[in-house]
């Protein structure tokens, strides 16, 4: 199994950029497709995007599609997730998460990070 635990959550101002970092512990961590999803206030948690074992299949959801891109290094066990032309409803706590069947990364995760808090002002 593996332990995501995230990073680089921050305060930006619109039009801006981040990158989150997510490692995970363990020795099998590129077996595994990762993804980022995220919640914002009185929202339900939804899916960002998702990267399969060897980065060379990802998808996204249409809200971030053009602005954000997940990448991996399987050499370091990390994940990230730049984020660029930020807007204030990119506001959330953003999750990494990692699931051994790429075909089920947007409802199926099986392991969860605590999350980082992103804030857009306006």
């Known amino acids: 199994q593996v332990q995501p635990v995230e990073s680089g959550g921050g305060l930006v101002q619109a039009g801006g950029s981040l990158r989150l970092s997510c490692t995970a512990s363990?020795?099998?961590?590129?077996?595994?497709?990762m993804g980022w999803f995220r919640q914002a206030p009185g929202k339900e948690r939804e899916f960002v995007a998702a990267?399969?074992?060897?980065?060379?299949?990802?998808v996204y959801a249409d809200s971030v599609k053009g602005r954000f891109t997940i990448s991996r290094d399987n050499a370091k066990n990390m994940v990230y997730l730049q984020m660029n032309s930020l807007k204030p409803e990119d506001t959330a706590v953003y999750y990494c998460?990692?699931?051994?069947?790429?075909?089920?990364?947007?409802?199926?995760?099986?392991?969860w990070g605590k999350g980082t808090l992103v804030t857009v002002s306006s």
């Open positions: 998460a990692a699931t051994l069947i790429y075909e089920r990364a947007k409802v199926g995760m099986d392991y």
């Open positions: 363990g020795r099998t961590f590129s077996n595994y497709a």
């Open positions: 990267i399969n074992w060897i980065g060379a299949r990802t």
